[in-house]
């Protein structure tokens, strides 16, 4: 509590079993009330809301705190109680054991070790340790930056939306220029792995557990495999397809139950995903080809040391393997190994293949354009390969930062020509954002900013998307209408 009209409630909600670690405050300060929740430690997310006179303003808040009180929120002093902890995956990198090194066309340091990345038809993305995340072209020139409030722990592409799971439990949309936070993870998922389908949320964490949520940020299901340490989440319409210590695990969809289990040689590192296969990459130096529909092993690919990513060509036609010991392979479809060369810095860490090229990111923080051409790879093999482009950045490189507030998104007068309006809804408890143009369907709901939502408050998008499910995404710039 401090003088004057300003007065502040902080309020802690901190389980022993690990179901809660967060916190609430709410300050009022004549007619206006201000809400930050989130996990205790962090700075959570921020909603500001104006009421018409001083009374109003203090009996919502008395309202907000009540309701939280019930719930078994106490008060605290911020500061004072630890925030939980989280795991950052610990890994080792010695030198490549390959008599060559890949064929290098271009390098890019983001600084930290990296984890993330995604490449599409016109960009590749890596996201690092740091929270940084970096856009670039195919050819390695440096686009974009956005910086986020901590480390990426992986990219995930929903269609041509890019979302990165980050360490202090939020997965934050970067389709557009202003990052904002589409999910907020429980407090007590210590965050391993993500993927998305067609709008849920799959999460993978350190107990071995796998946890669901939908497009609106709601928790849906959530089952315990028989393993701890998940590195492997993949989702399709059939599955989601959970890798831990003891395998790999399909559950249905809709959260109905396991469908089948296929112990592994080794505890699951990494996974990726075809549409009738998905492969495990293992801590026993293996790479592991499951059918989608049985569980069954159809293929095992041999490397010499801990398989920390691995990738595929479309249809499985080459499979790729990164190991600890900084060497990536490639292998045919039935197992035979083709090639294995040193990368040049560092362990692959994650990978992603396209267009004769394979993009690695490493335990040195490095984007990793190499040519995985067979003249390429021939040529390297017998010793010839490119001279490797360091990429630098831009010196007016522009940097993108997530909005925590509605003031700090741009505002315009009226909606221009060609973009849509949308308006923050009340429905129930939940602040929800429906379409105000013409065109679309009211009553979905539009996955939207929490931090910069305020009731009845309207924003101008670029475009709309329908998503399967019954709910519409943003494209492009958000701007609040004046």
């Known amino acids: 509590m401090s003088g004057g009209s300003v007065s502040t409630t902080y309020l802690e909600l901190s389980q022993d079993d690990g179901t809660a670690h967060k916190f609430y405050e709410v300050t009022v300060n004549a007619s206006m009330v201000t809400v930050r929740y989130g996990r205790i430690g962090a700075s959570g997310q921020t909603q500001v809301t104006s009421f018409p006179s001083a009374d109003k303003a203090r009996a919502a808040a008395a309202k907000k705190v009540g309701e939280k009180v019930r719930k078994g929120y106490a008060p605290a002093v911020p500061g004072q109680r630890a925030p939980r902890a989280v795991t950052r995956r610990q890994v080792t990198s010695a030198p490549s054991t390959a008599r060559a090194v890949a064929p290098v066309l271009w390098r890019f340091g983001t600084g930290s070790a990296a984890f993330g990345i995604h490449v599409d038809d016109e960009h590749c993305w890596v996201g690092n340790q740091a929270g940084d995340v970096y856009t670039l072209g195919h050819d390695g020139r440096v686009l974009a930056r956005f910086n986020l409030p901590d480390g990426v722990k992986c990219l995930v592409a929903d269609d041509f939306w890019i979302y990165a799971g ?18 907020d993870i429980a407090a007590d998922v210590d965050i391993f792995w993500l993927d998305i389908h067609e709008g849920v949320l799959d999460v993978s964490d350190r107990d071995g ?10 928790h849906q299901w959530s089952r315990r495999s028989q393993g701890e340490h998940a590195w492997m989440v993949r989702a399709d319409d059939r ?37 009738d296969t998905v492969y495990a990459g293992t801590a026993h130096r293996v790479v592991q080809r499951l059918s989608k529909a049985s569980g069954a092993i159809e293929a095992t690919y041999a490397c010499d040391g801990a398989v920390y990513s691995c990738a595929t060509s479309p249809g499985g036609r080459f499979v790729f393997a990164g190991d ?3 060497s990536v392979y490639c292998f045919d479809q039935d197992g035979t190994r083709l090639w294995k060369l040193g990368t040049g810095g560092g362990s692959a860490l994650s990978m992603q293949y396209r267009d004769e090229r394979l993009y690695l990111v490493t335990t040195d ?11 390429a790879v021939s040529a390297a093999q017998q010793g010839t390969v490119p001279v490797a482009r360091d990429v630098k ?20 007068s009226q909606a221009p020509a060609g973009s849509i309006v949308v308006q923050c809804v009340q429905d129930s408890a939940r602040l929800r954002v429906h379409v105000v143009s013409e065109g679309y369907d009211s009553s979905w709901n539009v996955q939207f900013p929490r931090a910069i939502r305020e009731p009845g408050a309207r924003y101008v998008v670029d475009a709309l998307h329908p998503a399967a499910g019954g709910f519409y995404r943003v494209r492009g710039d958000i701007r609040r209408l004046l």
């Open 393 to 412: 950045l831009a010196e007016a490189l522009p940097a993108y930062a997530p909005a925590t507030t509605a003031s700090a998104v741009s505002a315009v």
């Open 324 to 326: 600890a010991a900084s």
């Open 239 to 275: 599955a989601v397809y959970h890798g831990h210590q003891r395998g790999v695990t399909a559950y249905a969809p809709d959260g109905g139950g396991e469908l089948w289990h296929t112990p592994t040689r080794g505890g699951v590192l990494f996974g990726w995903q075809e549409d």
């Open 209 to 218: 557990k796998l946890t669901v949520i939908d497009h609106e940020d709601e």
């Open 166 to 183: 980050c360490d202090d439990g939020k997965v934050y949309d970067l389709s557009s220029k202003l990052p904002f936070a589409a999910y």
């Open 365 to 375: 923080g490095s984007l990793v354009c190499v040519d995985a051409s067979e003249a």
